[in-house]
């Protein structure tokens, strides 16, 4: 990952960005679903700490093939602490429960509303310009999604309480939001490549192992076929690939840019849903998903 950053400034760069893009859209499109195969006798909390922990050893074994140093300063530990806790930790709990009670695919529209709580942020936190523009597509935004979730809302005899997935669904966009400012300061702080992903993902597994451990979760593994192909799929393409390609993208063409990733997996997760969880797509659910992501777009676009 450190070799694909700092290639970003070779004319060379731009061609490779959009193939990069396009495999972060098509691998977490396709983990909402997978993780429904991780909810069952192991806890949530405990499931995201063997994903991460696995994938953050997988990569400091990577990182000492390479001869790569895994050293770093006291205060960069800080960093990639509080990161690890906001994008690999926090953030999956709430999801994992989230998706007990919301099918995979609603989850991942409401995530699409991170790109525009990442432009807050950056407004907030970095100064980057709000205009009139971006407000009227974060409002057409939150429009869409509300309009997606209604017909759930109002359904009864779901095997789930959706209002509640919502809430927690909700509560991880803020959390992953908050996740990615820190991955953009972290990235200004030379805080980037294959060693900081492996140390922020082994701080996300061990806090999420330590919330599991304070809740009381028994310590279970299933060796399920289902449980087995998901937890490779979701470490080896969710977490190490997928985040790489992600963090790469946020280094090349910035966290705004980058947020278009947002826009288009629900749009695939939806797709996939409706194969593996028998999603029922309604009128609002096409008229939510253009008005969403027409309300991404403009806040996200570059102006002419």
């Given at each position: 990952m450190a070799r694909l950053a700092s290639r970003a400034a070779r004319p060379s760069a731009p061609v490779k960005t959009l193939p990069l893009f396009a495999g972060c859209v098509a691998i977490w499109g396709t983990t909402w679903i997978a993780i429904t195969w991780q909810l069952g006798p192991v806890a949530p909390e405990l499931s995201v700490s063997y994903r991460f922990l696995t994938a953050a050893a997988l990569i400091a074994l990577y990182c000492r093939w390479r001869g790569l140093s895994l050293r770093l300063r006291p205060s960069d530990h800080a960093a990639l602490a509080l990161l690890g806790a906001l994008m690999y930790s926090i953030g999956y709990m709430l999801v994992y429960?989230?998706?007990?009670?919301?099918?995979?695919?609603?989850?991942?529209?409401?995530?699409?509303?991170?790109?525009?709580?990442?432009?807050?942020?950056?407004?907030?936190?970095?100064?980057?310009?709000?205009?009139?523009?971006?407000?009227?597509?974060?409002?057409?935004?939150?429009?869409?999604?509300?309009?997606?979730?209604?017909?759930?809302?109002?359904?009864?005899?779901?095997?789930?309480?959706?209002?509640?997935?919502?809430?927690?669904?909700?509560?991880?966009?803020?959390?992953?939001?908050?996740?990615?400012?820190?991955?953009?300061?972290?990235?200004?702080?030379?805080?980037?490549?294959?060693?900081?992903?492996?140390?922020?993902?082994?701080?996300?597994?061990?806090?999420?192992?330590?919330?599991?451990?304070?809740?009381?979760?028994?310590?279970?593994?299933?060796?399920?076929?289902?449980?087995?192909l998901s937890f490779a799929y979701l470490t080896v393409f969710g977490s190490i690939l997928g985040f790489a390609g992600y963090l790469t993208l946020l280094g090349r063409i910035g966290a705004a840019r980058t947020s278009y990733i947002g826009v288009m997996v629900p749009i695939v997760a939806l797709a996939v849903s409706s194969l593996f969880e028998g999603f029922d797509w309604h009128a609002l659910t096409f008229a939510g998903i253009a008005i969403s992501v027409a309300g991404n777009v403009l806040v996200l676009r570059r102006p002419s």
């Open positions: 429960r989230a998706e007990m009670h919301v099918i995979s695919g609603l989850l991942a529209v409401g995530y699409s509303a991170g790109p525009l709580l990442t432009m807050l942020g950056m407004r907030a936190f970095f100064r980057h310009p709000m205009t009139p523009r971006m407000a009227a597509g974060s409002l057409l935004g939150i429009a869409g999604i509300a309009l997606v979730y209604w017909p759930e809302l109002g359904r009864g005899g779901h095997p789930g309480n959706v209002a509640l997935g919502t809430l927690l669904a909700a509560m991880a966009v803020l959390i992953s939001a908050a996740g990615g400012l820190v991955a953009h300061r972290n990235h200004q702080r030379g805080l980037h490549g294959w060693p900081t992903m492996a140390w922020s993902m082994a701080y996300g597994g061990l806090i999420s192992l330590v919330v599991a451990l304070a809740l009381g979760r028994p310590i279970a593994f299933s060796w399920t076929p289902a449980y087995l």
